[in-house]
């Protein structure tokens, strides 16, 4: 694997517009004779390409390079309580292959990458391309994910010997830098960089079978002293069933408003209900129980967010993840409950909306942390190669 810099020619052609040495020289701050070598490196690598002569320009044609999308590969994907979105991207994003994995309930973070590896294998297979053409996997997974103990908590409690670094199950397949964070910090980037970009002050709020904020902050995505920071889930709502959480206190959020929340709500009633899938399809269908126990859920997420809105004044707060499908009534809770416990200048201009990207925005961030770390532009999420951790700039 090459190195990069932050001031790389690698960066400055990740927007897709071609540009000859002397661009690159101003853009980046090197001499011609450094912006060379370097393009000579990147062409070798097959990720720079030099297209036809540029007649832009008196005299003599000049040369003009840029970044070879479709020459590597980058592998992302989303983990969730029921469900698991593998696909593989090209070096901007663009998705070129995917597969939607159902996940048996209660399938711990060791199945779940494993799936993630076989997934990535067939996905190749089919492209007839080789794991030598990956540059790096990008990871969203539910829990919090420990910076320094490279450890991510499993989306369920279980002895400790069934934790695992999630870089040493992928490692085992894909030597390349492989990029974890909680799924709602993943998802926040790619919804940002996609729909939010002009925002410095926006939440990501996932519901699914866990609930957690990703956080960007003065443009800067937040992750906490320990990774934790948005694990919002387990904040205690005092004005609704006190249940037992999995995390072992009474009366969090996630025991409420998740998905698995709802479905234990709505089950003590009805039979129907097994599944988010089923919560999901009885709401969007118009069915008044379904629509009145979502719009509680809202309700109940919405006093936890007026707390985040005092603290952070964001711009928006966006709704993704699995119930974020329900739509209308579980905003209206929230708008509800967070307009009515905040002050006035912290909501005049507050957006409370779904996710542009609602199925894939993790799948896109997944891939753009990835894409940081290969251009060396500044990000801070947990990255590692070959086991070791890799020092990473502060920022998003």
């Given at each position: ?6 001031d ?6 990740r927007?897709?517009r071609?540009?000859?040495?002397s ?7 090197k001499?011609?004779?450094?912006v060379s070598?370097?393009l ?11 297209l036809q002569e540029?007649a832009?320009t008196?005299?003599r044609p ?5 970044l070879?999308t ?8 989303e983990?969730?309580?029921s469900t698991?979105?593998v696909a593989l991207?090209?070096?901007i994003?663009?998705?070129v ?9 209660g ?8 799936l993630?590896?076989s997934?990535l294998?067939e ?10 053409d990956?540059?790096?996997i990008?990871?969203?997974v ?5 910076p320094?103990?490279?450890?991510v ?11 695992h670094p999630a870089?040493?199950?992928l ?10 964070d909680n799924?709602?910090n993943?998802?926040?980037?790619g919804e940002?960089v996609?729909s939010?970009?002009a925002?410095?002050n ?5 519901v699914?079978?866990?609930i957690s ?5 003065s443009?800067r995505l ?5 990774g ?12 609704v069933?006190?249940?037992?959480c ?7 959020l ?6 698995t929340?709802?479905?234990q709500t709505?089950s003590e009633a009805?039979s129907d209900v097994?599944?988010?899938?089923d919560l ?6 118009g ?15 919405g006093s ?6 005092a603290?952070?004044n964001?711009a928006a707060i ?13 905003l209206?809770?929230?708008r509800e409950?967070?307009?009515g ?6 909501t005049n201009s507050?957006k ?10 993790s799948?896109?961030?997944a891939s753009?942390?990835v894409?940081?770390?290969?251009f060396?532009?500044p ?7 070959r ?8 920022g998003a």
């Amino acid at each position: 694997m090459f190195e990069t810099e932050a001031d790389d020619v690698l960066g400055v052609l990740r927007d897709g517009r071609p540009r000859t040495k002397s661009e690159l020289a101003d853009e980046t701050g090197k001499v011609r004779s450094t912006v060379s070598l370097r393009l000579a490196e990147l062409i070798d690598a097959g990720l720079v390409t030099q297209l036809q002569e540029s007649a832009t320009t008196k005299g003599r044609p000049s040369a003009v390079f840029a970044l070879a999308t479709e020459s590597r590969l980058i592998g992302a994907a989303e983990l969730t309580g029921s469900t698991a979105i593998v696909a593989l991207t090209d070096l901007i994003g663009s998705i070129v292959a995917r597969r939607d994995l159902t996940v048996s309930e209660g399938a711990s973070l060791t199945e779940l990458l494993r799936l993630v590896a076989s997934a990535l294998h067939e996905m190749l297979a089919d492209l007839q391309r080789s794991v030598e053409d990956l540059v790096g996997i990008g990871v969203g997974v539910p829990g919090p994910v420990e910076p320094i103990e490279a450890a991510v908590e499993d989306a369920q409690p279980r002895a400790a010997t069934d934790r695992h670094p999630a870089i040493t199950l992928l490692q085992q397949d894909f030597s390349v830098p492989i990029i974890v964070d909680n799924e709602a910090n993943v998802a926040a980037v790619g919804e940002w960089v996609e729909s939010w970009a002009a925002e410095q002050n926006l939440v990501m709020v996932t519901v699914s079978a866990h609930i957690s904020a990703g956080i960007i902050a003065s443009g800067r995505l937040v992750r906490g002293a320990q990774g934790a920071a948005g694990d919002i889930g387990h904040v205690r709502v005092p004005d609704v069933e006190q249940r037992l959480c999995r995390c072992g206190q009474m009366g969090c959020l996630e025991t409420v408003a998740s998905g698995t929340g709802l479905v234990q709500t709505l089950s003590e009633a009805r039979s129907d209900v097994l599944t988010t899938n089923d919560l999901v399809d009885l709401a969007r269908s118009g069915d008044p129980e379904a629509g009145r126990a979502v719009r509680e859920a809202g309700r109940a997420l919405g006093s936890v967010l007026a707390g985040v809105v005092a603290i952070l004044n964001p711009a928006a707060i966006v709704l993704g993840g699995e119930v974020a499908q329900v739509g209308e009534p579980l905003l209206a809770g929230i708008r509800e409950a967070v307009y009515g416990r905040s002050q006035p200048l912290t909501t005049n201009s507050l957006k409370i909306v779904l996710a542009h990207n609602l199925e894939l925005a993790s799948i896109v961030g997944a891939s753009r942390l990835v894409q940081n770390h290969l251009f060396g532009l500044p990000q801070r999420p947990v990255v590692y190669y070959r086991g070791e951790p890799i020092p990473t700039r502060i920022g998003a």
